[in-house]
């Protein structure tokens, strides 16, 4: 994760070195470098498993939450003949899943990593469909889920840390993960709108307590954002 956060930093910092580009708003058709921001929602969900263990029910294959995401973020053009673009920025989002009254929940900051390419649709819509990976680090994180005592599931739902693999039936998950987002953007002078996908491919599965559990868990969500470009 620090050679991600040293990236986009030097990100940042290289801003300057392109003054000659027609920084201060996004265009199709001059080389510049453009801001955002970010607000949206996501529909989280965790692909995963499912086990008895001590007569009550370990899993983490649950379906979808809605959670929020905030975020700023920077694009540079990459090539002069091509509307071609590399965007980066730093996410705040909300994951997990649910099933009932069983939820996960956690916040991640996230850095996406993102190739994105311009079509002008009219001289004040563009289309800009993009991919790429994305890493993340959760950073905290509460799970509801059904107390209980003497080896006997109850009726009472209790909140456990989401990363705690002695306590929640997850079996803990771990805080770093990585996958892929794909989509679409649209600007109308300035003003973006995105809708697209993360699918997780790291495992942030933990063994569970006492490492008697094997559960895979992969995080995903559907989102879409609102924001601007300058």
């Keep these: 994760m620090k050679k991600i956060f040293a990236l986009v930093a030097a990100m940042v910092l290289a801003v300057p070195s392109f003054a000659q ?11 510049n470098v453009y801001y955002g921001i970010r607000i949206g929602i996501t529909g989280a969900s965790l692909s995963g498993s499912t086990e008895m263990k001590n007569g009550y029910e370990y899993k983490t294959d649950l379906g979808m939450k809605v959670g929020m995401t905030l975020a700023g973020v920077i694009g540079i053009r990459v090539s002069h003949t091509t509307p071609l673009f590399l965007e980066s920025g730093l996410y705040y989002t909300e994951r997990g899943g649910k099933d ?24 004040d819509i563009a289309i800009l469909p993009f991919f790429g990976p994305y890493f993340a680090q959760a950073i905290a994180g509460k799970t509801k ?39 679409c953007g649209l600007e109308f002078n300035k003003v973006y709108f995105e809708l ?15 490492d008697m559990l094997d559960l895979s868990a992969r995080s995903n969500a559907l989102f879409a954002n609102l924001g601007i470009n300058f």
């Design 145 to 183: 889920q059904y107390k209980v005592e003497g080896g006997v599931e109850t009726s009472e739902i209790e909140k456990v840390g989401t990363f705690d693999e002695k306590k929640a039936k997850t079996g803990g998950l771990n805080r770093f993960n990585m996958g892929f987002k794909l989509g």
């Design 100 to 123: 009932g009254k069983y939820q996960v929940n956690y916040t991640n900051l996230e850095i996406p990593i993102l190739i994105k390419y311009g079509i002008k649709a009219s001289n």
């Design 196 to 210: 697209g996908y993360q699918f997780g491919v790291s495992n942030i599965g933990k063994n569970g307590p006492n």
């Design 21 to 31: 580009f027609s920084s201060g708003g996004f265009s199709l058709e001059e080389e």
